[in-house]
């Protein structure tokens, strides 16, 4: 019985570890706020206390909007900022009912690469695509992308993006 639970939770242990094993596969893309296109700036719905703006590659944004899937080497990249607040921490909003950026405190990578799923647990598979996170300046996050890939895992039928259609106007 012991060693069942011990070759069980060594199991869970690889798994987790080859989710998170490939994570410097994705570079942080230089360039990318003049280079790819803004397709979408809006209040992150996962996020209450966040702002989101929307990047894409020229490859990612061609096969959008040609209806086809994204190819391998597709980039998605959001500029995270946190919402500016009052004196008692709430989240203040403009007469439009929307958040007001403040503070630019992350770069979230989306990214396509070729069996890049297979390292990963299929709970946590968004096919090919991987994430990685990054400070203003860079500098990788020691995030836990594992939050990421759950997040975005049962979207399959939007190629695991929430702004798939948006993308593809």
């Not at 403040?102 to 770069?107: E, I, L, P, S, T």
Request: glycine fraction near 8%; aromatic fraction near 8%; include cysteine.
């Amino acid at each position: 019985m012991l060693v069942r639970c011990l070759a069980a939770c060594l199991g869970v242990f690889v798994l987790a570890f080859a989710a998170s094993a490939d994570e410097e596969r994705i570079s942080f893309p230089t360039g990318y706020a003049t280079q790819f296109e803004n397709y979408l700036s809006l209040d992150r719905v996962q996020n209450p206390d966040q702002i989101i703006r929307l990047f894409a590659n020229d490859k990612a944004l061609k096969a959008a909007r040609q209806g086809r899937e994204l190819p391998n080497g597709s980039v998605l990249v959001g500029e995270i900022y946190k919402a500016k607040t009052d004196a008692e921490g709430n989240v203040v909003e403009s007469p439009l009912g929307r958040r007001i950026r403040d503070k630019f405190v992350a770069v979230a990578v989306m990214e396509k690469g070729e069996g890049w799923g297979e390292t990963i647990p299929k709970a946590m598979r968004n096919g090919d695509w991987d994430f990685a996170i990054f400070s203003p300046d860079g500098e990788r996050l020691n995030k836990d992308l594992n939050a990421c890939r759950s997040c975005h895992a049962p979207h399959a039928k939007t190629q695991h993006l929430y702004s798939l259609q948006h993308l593809a106007r």
